[in-house]
């Protein structure tokens, strides 16, 4: 026997300090306990010893063997472990640190200036409905007094559905949603998007929203209109500002104006802004015309009120000077993030 068991085994403990991956461990086992390994050799070799060693030589073998065997097996898991805990490491979660910050979003514009008038109005009492953006012909045209002939009804104008239905053109017919499903006192405001086919320029868009305005009760006269509207535009734009109403013409109010104003930019003086007058057209008011409050079955001889329709866009481009009504539909973030 050229080499003897605890020689094998001094070299084994050699090598297996050394070994780093799980194949080293295979490649040690593969030498020493293999089929053709240096300790199977030695075992096989036995009959090659003398009788009177080889009880000795056999158990010295055997312990070899085994303790060879256990310092693969033991190294493996200990490998086994320090790789388990090097991942766990890697990827440890530190709950303390500080988290990533998200930025912070902002209201379009134009919802802010949605908010802005319904706050207005619910601080004068008004309550808020909404109407459907799909609408009946009825609804839009027909019940709110517009002549069979009336101009907006034409197909290159408004946007039909069936030829009972369509994109509403304006919010108006949440008037008549509000006063067939509903009793006076009426007082409510509806903002939502409204529809028309025009072509895309400076000032207008085939969609765009209104604030309508409906208040019915007992009693009601132009002076109401005209307090209500004034303090609306004092609340909206300053106190500074003034307003005066001009004789106008909708089907579903009699009568009809429009109120102008005071420029906000210039007060009055005229400039760029209100194009020299002094004036800025701010919206469409007036009376409720009787057939309008005879849809809803309401006794037009007790019952009067006026009624309101405003551009929420034009609204927010003369409070911001917005100068192309396209900037508010093309989701440029360097946009909006102006009105944080
Ligand atoms: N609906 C009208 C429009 O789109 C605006 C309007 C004018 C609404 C007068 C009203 C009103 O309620 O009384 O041009």
Known sequence: MDRRPEQILDEAKDLLAEAKTEQDF???RIRY????????ALLKSMGAVPAEERKEFGKAANAVKQEIGELISGGKAALAQSLRASKLMSERIDVTE????????????????IDEISRIFMGLGYSITEGPEVETVFNNF??????????????TDTFYITEDTLLRTQTSPVQIRTLTSSEPPIKVISPGRCFRADTPDSTHSPMFHQVE?????????????????DAFAKRMFGED?????????????EPSAEMDMSCFVCGGKGC???????????????????????VGGLDTER?????????????????????DIRLFYENDIRFIEQFA
């Open 98 to 113: 500080p988290g990533a910050e998200l930025p912070f979003g902002t209201l379009h514009p134009i919802t802010q200036t």
């Open 272 to 294: 760029r802004v209100c194009k020299g007058s002094g004036w800025i057209e701010i919206l469409g008011c007036g009376m409720v015309h009787p057939n309008v409050l005879k």
């Open 142 to 155: 027909d019940a709110l007094n517009a002549a069979p002939n009336h101009p907006s009804r034409d197909l």
């Open 241 to 253: 500002a003034r307003t005066k109403f001009r004789p106008h013409f909708f089907p579903f109010t």
């Open 303 to 323: 019952y009067t009120g006026f009624a309101f329709g405003m551009g929420v866009e034009r609204i927010a481009m003369l409070k911001h000077g917005i100068g």
């Open 26 to 28: 295979e490649t040690a």
């Open 213 to 229: 305005g409906l208040l019915v009760d007992e009693g009601v006269t132009m002076a109401d209109l005209k307090g209500t509207l």
């Open 33 to 40: 306990l293999g089929k053709n390994g240096e300790v199977t």
